[in-house]
């Protein structure tokens, strides 16, 4: 079993910046796939950035160059700098778990087992 607990959202002006983090339980952190996804209010859940055990990552096309997923292993932590902010980026952000061992990456929420609570991320024009 996997806890998984997000913090770092807030109210930001577009063009500023947030990190985001994700806190994770259980020891066998540096074996998973985790990924960020995202919500908006009438929305589909939508992944933004994935990166795998061997910190491969993996963006969607909308925050490439303007989003960065890190994991720190000894921490059991991953993150996710958000810089340049549009209001098109508002959402509640999730953090998830994927036990596939493979280094590809997974893009829709069937893969993930395990999610965060979510941390709402506004960016006001």
């Known amino acids: 079993q996997v806890q998984l607990v997000e913090s770092g959202g807030g109210l930001v002006q577009a063009g500023g910046s947030l990190r985001l983090s994700c806190a994770a339980s259980g020891r066998t952190f540096s074996t998973y796939t985790m990924a960020w996804f995202r919500q908006a209010p009438g929305k589909e859940r939508e992944f933004v950035a994935g990166i795998n055990r061997i910190a491969g990552t993996y963006y969607v096309d909308s925050v490439k160059g303007r989003f960065t997923t890190s994991r720190d292993n000894a921490k059991s932590t991953l993150y996710l700098q958000m810089n340049s902010l549009k209001p098109e980026d508002t959402a509640v952000y999730y953090c998830?778990?994927?036990?596939?061992?493979?280094?590809?990456?997974?893009?829709?929420?069937?893969?993930?087992?395990?999610w965060g609570q979510g941390t709402q991320v506004t960016v006001s024009s």
């Open positions: 998830a778990a994927s036990t596939h061992y493979s280094t590809g990456f997974y893009v829709t929420t069937s893969e993930y087992a395990y």
